[in-house]
């Protein structure tokens, strides 16, 4: 079992940067494939990225690549997302989420996660 907890939401203009982490507990973070969803008011929650356990394989949503990178440390047992080039329409609650199922390298889909963090919240102001 893995508990997270994201940090690093906040508020910031369109065009701006911010930077979530998301700090997992336990000894195995290395056999989690992790990925980071959002979900803004009165919508659905969304794929943002994922990143394979080795870190090697990543996964973006079309709205977010070329402006968002997903990193992970197994060391540290950390992921990480830098997000730049902030838009308004990027305004939600961003959660970190792990898998633990074998056959999970990168995946969008939110049913194939089975650990979530409570979510950090991130605003862009237009």
């Known amino acids: 079992q893995v508990q997270l907890v994201e940090s690093g939401g906040g508020l910031v203009q369109a065009g701006g940067s911010l930077r979530l982490s998301c700090a997992a507990s336990g000894r195995t973070f290395s056999r989690y494939a992790m990925g980071w969803f959002r979900q803004a008011p009165g919508k659905e929650r969304e794929f943002v990225a994922a990143?394979?356990?080795?870190?090697?394989?990543?996964s973006y949503a079309d709205s977010v690549k070329g402006r968002f990178t997903i990193s992970r440390d197994n060391v540290k047992n950390m992921v990480a997302l830098q997000m730049n080039s902030l838009k308004p329409e990027d305004t939600a609650l961003y959660y970190c989420?792990?898998?633990?199922?074998?056959?999970?390298?990168?995946?969008?889909?939110?049913?194939?996660?089975?650990?979530w963090g409570q979510g950090t919240q991130v605003t862009v102001s237009s």
């Open positions: 990143i394979s356990r080795s870190g090697v394989s990543t």
């Open positions: 989420a792990a898998s633990s199922a074998a056959w999970v390298s990168v995946s969008s889909g939110a049913v194939e996660y089975n650990y």
